[in-house]
T-cell receptor, first 117, second 117 residues
Framework: AQSVAQPEDQVNVAEGNPLTVKCTYS??????LFWYVQYPNRGLQFLLK??????LVKGSYGFEAEFNKSQTSFHLKKPSALVSDSALYFC???????????????FGTGTRLLVSP | DAGVIQSPRHEVTEMGQEVTLRCKPI?????LFWYRQTMMRGLELLIY????????DSGMPEDRFSAKMPNASFSTLKIQPSEPRDSAVYFC???????????????FGDGTRLSIL
């Protein structure tokens, strides 16, 4: 079964510093990976995805993610954190049923990012 | 563009009562997902539909939960009878038909916060 792991429950970073939120994956076949962000009292919002091609994927709000096949990782990054980036971040992997082709996402447990002024 | 619309945003009811949560997906989207989010269990997929047909309901916790999608623009999640352990935030998400790279992101509503007393 496809799965992702987010090893950190919380990440703390000072505003202006670079941030990294970690995600590792376990899949059979090619990985299709996603990052979502959840602000308080809101639903999840799509940030970016990796399907194929360049290992560095750029997304919304200045975020990017680096796909590393040898380390089975897909870490989310931003060069300079903002206080407004404080939120809950979810990594997800596509799970596709071989017989029907139907697709769903398997989400990680989430990482809370706190950016201090 | 209107996003995924969920109602009510908040629901407080007593144990044993029937609860109905509603979702209007984005027009043109053909997949719909119901999730439950709690602190203890994180984000759980309950059921998903493709072209109004339930595809996978293995995440539905028990027979007290049921979901329907009578047409492409409306879905309900019903709990009868409700129990305090059903208290959670319930999210609906929709996804457009496969296109481009075949991996369209899901679009989430802002959820229904359910409290069962």
């Amino acid at each position: 079964a496809q799965s992702v792991a987010q090893p950190e429950d919380q990440v703390n970073v000072a505003e202006g510093n670079p941030l990294t939120v970690k995600c590792t994956y376990s899949v059979s076949g090619n990985p299709y990976l996603f990052w979502y962000v959840q602000y308080p009292n809101r639903g999840l919002q799509f940030l970016l995805k990796y399907i194929t091609g360049d290992n560095l994927v750029k997304g919304s709000y200045g975020f990017e993610a680096e796909f590393n096949k040898s380390q089975t990782s897909f870490h989310l990054k931003k060069p300079s954190a903002l206080v407004s980036d404080s939120a809950l971040y979810f990594c997800a992997v596509r799970d596709r049923e071989a017989n029907t082709g139907f697709q769903k996402l398997v989400f990680g447990t989430g990482t809370r990012l706190l950016v201090s002024p | 563009d209107a996003g995924v619309i969920q109602s009510p945003r908040h629901e407080v009811t007593e144990m044993g009562q029937e609860v109905t949560l509603r979702c209007k997906p984005i027009s043109g989207h053909n997949s719909l997902f119901w999730y439950r989010q709690t602190m203890m269990r994180g984000l759980e997929l309950l059921i998903y539909f493709n072209n109004n047909v339930p595809i996978d309901d293995s995440g539905m916790p028990e027979d007290r939960f049921s979901a329907k999608m009578p047409n492409a623009s409306f879905s309900t999640l019903k709990i009868q009878p409700s129990e305090p352990r059903d208290s959670a935030v319930y999210f609906c998400a929709s996804r457009p038909p496969r296109g481009g790279d075949g991996n369209q992101p899901q679009h989430f509503g802002d959820g229904t916060r359910l409290s069962i007393l």
